[in-house]
């Protein structure tokens, strides 16, 4: 199965500012069916962006997603409040579509 | 409105058995993918199977093949996951979610099953 390595663990930001999420993983992602999720402490996760770089219904521009083959990033380009959280990523291109361990966003 | 809502979670012992279901609302449960992920307390999301929109084929992660089925009733419009010879390491909060194309659009609040003696 595929590995998705998520870096950093905790990324420690103010409200304004730009947060880069890394997600690697241990083949290449066929098609770049690469997925973000949102999680909020006690919440059901929420899809931000799909297919590496498209943006779900009702997602905000200010987070945009990258990359291709192995390597990929999640984007927010200035941090509101709403926004310290934990993210995941998923691949989608093979069975079993495997989850990344997590980067939390966190208030500085 | 699409919703779902996740039903049958609780506590078994372990090699007992579950079955969870999931009502499903604004959308029928066989007109899309469906998935269930689970996430142990305190630790990431674990995809643990899927079923195919039109052809209905089923998927499923190593650590429950043989034990954990996915079936949908489409009079019921409900998802279900049978969950047999259930481990403590099967403890987690179970999602169930429409998936559109591979990905998981939507998702419910969760059901909590716990396994312990």
Known sequence: EIVLTQSPGTLSLSPGDRATLSCRASQSVTNNFLAWYQQKPGQAPRLLIYDASTRATGIPDRFSGSGSGTDFTLTISRLEPDDFAVYYCQQCAFSPRTFGQGTKVEIK | ?117
């Open chain 2, 1 to 117: 409105e699409v919703q779902l809502l996740e039903s049958g979670g609780g506590l078994v012992q372990p090699g007992g058995s579950l079955r969870l279901s999931c009502a499903a609302s604004g959308f029928t449960v066989n007109s899309d993918g469906m998935s269930w992920i689970r996430q142990a307390p305190g630790k990431w999301l674990e995809w643990v199977s899927g079923i195919g929109a039109s052809d209905g084929r089923t998927y499923y992660a190593d650590s429950v093949k043989g034990r954990f089925t996915i079936s949908r009733d489409n009079s019921k419009n409900t998802l279900y996951l049978e969950m047999n010879s259930l481990r403590d390491e099967d403890t987690a909060v179970y999602y169930c979610a429409r998936d559109q194309g591979w990905e998981h659009a939507s998702w419910g609040q969760g059901t909590l099953v716990t396994v312990s003696s």
